[in-house]
Structures are given as C-alpha cells and as structure tokens.
C-alpha cells in the first residue's frame, strides 16, 4: 500500500537560512509526488509535482525538491526562508488510477 | 478566476444531528473532491466525482455521510446524524481534468460537533 511519511512535525527556521522538508514514501511503481502549502485559514495551494523526467523539479515561491529513487525520498529545499513561507507543508504520493495520499504535515515556522 | 467556495466556513452542531456543507467548484473543473482533514493530519479522500459521476467513493462512510453533484457543478456533502469524531475540517477541491491536474483547494468547512 502506498504511504507517505513526514518525520518532521515541526521545525523552526530562522529567515533568511536555509530549509529542507524531509518526505519518504512507500509505493511499488514509479509515484507521482506533490508538495502542498497551507497557509492558517487558507486552502491548500500546490508548490510542486514529480511525474517524471528530471528529478529536480522547481516550483512557485522559489522552492524545489529533489526525487531520489534509491532513498524513497522527495525533499523539499528553499536556499532563503521568509516570514511568509511560515504555514504547513504538506508531501503527497500517487500514481495513474489511484487516488492521492497525504503526508500529516510538518509546521514550519520562522524565527525572526 | 473565483477560486473553490465553500460554505458555511464554521460550523457547530450537537451530536446525532444533521449537517450540510456545500462546494462551488471553478468554472469548467470536472473533478471535484472532498477532503476531511483530522486536526494534525493531512486531508483524506472522501469522494471523487468526474463530472455527476462518483468515481471513487470507497472512503466515504456511507452509512452516514452522503454526498451528491448535481449537473456536474456544485456539490452537496452530508452527515446525518453527526457523531463526535466528525469534528474535522472538510475540505473540497477541484481540477481540471484529472486527479494528476493540479487541484485548488477551497478554505474548508471547520466541523464542531459536540
């Protein structure tokens, strides 16, 4: 069965420094892999999405992640945090005819 | 573009009542979601539709939730009667074409039941 793990479920970051969001899955065929923000009060808004081709994949609001087959693992990076990016951050996996599975998120909040 | 609307926001009923939230998609989206995200959880799938079709509903309780999209537009999810773990925020979503469109998220409905 397909799963998704955040094992972080909150980190504090100080702005301007750097920010890695760890996500690990479980699934038997190639995933296709989302990163979700939610900002308090807002709906989930989509960063980025794995499908295939090359494993860097960049998205919205500077942010990218990196598909690493042999770690199970889709990483999310920002090189410079900001007070804004403060919200959840959610990692999800899914694939052709099967339904999408989400992390339980990892709080991330910003040290002034 | 409006996004995803939803409404009532909040919502606080007593247990073994019933409730109603309700979605408007955005315009020309076929598939509609609704999610229900536990607090500290990510949303879970209840029901998918394509269009006025029900493609995946194997997570929805169905003994009492119901849900239903009438003309393939808006969309009506119901619990009757509520019971104390429904408390939960319920999400809907929607995409273009496919559950591998991008999908955009309304604010959700924040259920309390007490």
């Known amino acids: 069965a397909q799963s998704v793990t955040q094992p972080d479920i909150h980190i504090t970051v100080s702005e301007g420094a750097s920010l890695e969001l760890r996500c690990n899955y479980s699934?038997?065929?190639?995933?296709?892999l989302f990163w979700y923000v939610q900002s308090p009060g807002q709906g989930l808004q989509l960063l980025l999405k794995?499908?295939?081709?090359?494993?860097l994949v960049q998205g919205i609001k500077g942010f990218e992640a990196e598909f690493k087959r042999s770690q199970s693992s889709f990483n999310l990076r920002k090189p410079s945090v900001h007070w804004s990016d403060a919200a959840e951050y959610f990692c999800?996996?899914?694939?052709?005819?099967?339904?999408?599975?989400f992390g339980s998120g990892t709080r991330l909040s910003i040290r002034p | 573009e409006a996004g995803v609307v939803q409404s009532p926001r909040y919502k606080i009923i007593e247990k073994k009542q019933p409730v109603a939230f309700w979605c408007n998609p955005i315009?020309?989206?076929?598939?509609l979601y609704w999610y229900r995200q536990n607090l500290g959880q990510g949303p879970e799938l209840l029901i998918r539709?394509?269009?006025?079709?029900?493609?995946?509903d194997s997570q929805l309780p169905k003994d009492r939730f119901s849900a239903e999209r009438l003309k393939g537009v808006d969309s009506t999810l119901k619990i009757q009667p509520a019971e104390l773990g429904d408390s939960a925020v319920y999400l809907c979503?929607?995409?273009?074409?496919?559950?591998?469109?991008?999908?955009?998220f309304g604010p959700g409905t924040r259920l309390t039941v007490t």
């Open positions: 979503a929607s995409s273009l074409v496919d559950i591998f469109s991008e999908q955009y």
């Open positions: 699934y038997g065929a190639t995933p296709y």
């Open positions: 999800a996996v899914g694939a052709r005819a099967s339904k999408i599975i």
């Open positions: 539709y394509e269009n006025e079709e029900a493609v995946d």
């Open positions: 794995y499908f295939s081709g090359d494993t």
């Open positions: 315009s020309g989206h076929n598939t």
